[in-house]
T-cell receptor, first 109, second 114 residues
Framework: GQQVMQIPQYQHVQEGEDFTTYCNSS?????IQWYKQRPGGHPVFLIQ?????EVKKQKRLTFQFGEAKKNSSLHITATQTTDVGTYFCAGISDYKLSFGAGTTVTVRA | KAGVTQTPRYLIKTRGQQVTLSCSPISGHRSVSWYQQTPGQGLQFLFE???????NKGNFPGRFSGRQFSNSRSEMNVSTLELGDSALYLCASSPRTSVYNEQFFGPGTRLTVL
């Protein structure tokens, strides 16, 4: 079955620095979604990528979908304390989301 | 629109008992999916209901079951609870008009099995 791997599992970032989390699928994805879960909260939808090579930006967040539609990345610039949380990618197959393990981000002020 | 609601928010049970969790989706959403979240296994898909029919099922034992009512509200049941069932159970709703629909998650039910 479809498996979505996400690295790194943990990311400790100095405030103001950039970081990237990567998502890789064992199969070609029709689309990929990214969610953010704050500590003690629930996953909240961030964005969806559909097209091969697609790049989308949300303020300091840049999302990319690989040309082969088997990998994706989330890059955050100038990290702020509000970026704390766990970022999940999720591959879509037959209306079913397969989540990566998530990257948990902590920020040093 | 009101968001996805789940009840109860917290639950403590003992091994061998059964539990029923409830989820009310966003108005107009006909799809409800359930996920189990644990520190060790992450977010794992349990099942999805659409128009009162189970459309997808994850790799969980038969002790985990669910149903959906005509008003789209959904319940999931876990029988013969085990310690390993302690987790955050998340419900998510979607209009399911397209495979590209985002999912809206509820706050979850934190189940502790003693």
């Amino acid at each position: 079955g479809q498996q979505v791997m996400q690295i790194p599992q943990y990311q400790h970032v100095q405030e103001g620095e950039d970081f990237t989390t990567y998502c890789n699928s064992s199969t070609t994805l029709s689309n990929i979604q990214w969610y953010k879960q704050r500590p003690g909260g629930h996953p909240v939808f961030l964005i969806q990528l559909v097209k091969s090579g697609e790049v989308k930006k949300q303020k300091r967040l840049t999302f990319q979908f690989g040309e082969a539609k088997k990998n994706s990345s989330l890059h955050i610039t100038a990290t702020q304390t509000t970026d704390v949380g766990t970022y999940f990618c999720a591959g879509i197959s037959d209306y079913k989301l397969s989540f990566g393990a998530g990257t948990t981000v902590t920020v040093r002020a | 629109k009101a968001g996805v609601t789940q009840t109860p928010r917290y639950l403590i049970k003992t091994r061998g008992q059964q539990v029923t969790l409830s989820c009310s989706p966003i108005s107009g959403h006909r799809s409800v999916s359930w996920y189990q979240q644990t520190p060790g296994q992450g977010l794992q898909f349990l099942f999805e209901y659409f128009s009162e029919t189970q459309r997808n099922k994850g790799n969980f034992p038969g002790r985990f079951s669910g149903r959906q009512f005509s008003n789209s509200r959904s319940e999931m049941n876990v029988s013969t609870l085990e310690l390993g069932d302690s987790a955050l159970y998340l419900c998510a709703s979607s209009p399911r008009t397209s495979v590209y629909n985002e999912q809206f998650f509820g706050p979850g039910t934190r189940l502790t099995v003693l």
